[in-house]
């Protein structure tokens, strides 16, 4: 399964919304600058911060990084 960095970066910003990336990274335990690559898709987090990054916004790996449809509930 491959990503596609540039919607990873879209899905990033949309679920951040209103909150500042300095908020987000300090709740994420991550620089600014590393979220920062991550929503501009110059770099793909590695799976553990995968994992917390989807956690923290509730939604699937899957659906933020492999864009995959988010399933309804």
């Known amino acids: 399964m491959d990503i596609d960095v540039m919607a990873m970066a879209e899905k990033l910003i949309k679920l951040r919304g209103k909150k500042t ?3 987000v990274a300090e709740e994420l335990n991550i620089s600014k ?3 920062s690559m991550y929503e501009s898709g110059k770099r793909v987090p ?4 995968k994992a917390r990054i989807s956690k923290y916004y509730g ?8 864009n995959e449809k988010e399933h309804e509930k």
């Open 21 to 23: 990336q300095e908020k």
């Open 33 to 35: 600058s590393a979220l």
């Open 46 to 49: 590695r799976d553990p911060l």
């Open 59 to 66: 939604k699937s790996i899957a659906y933020i990084f492999f």
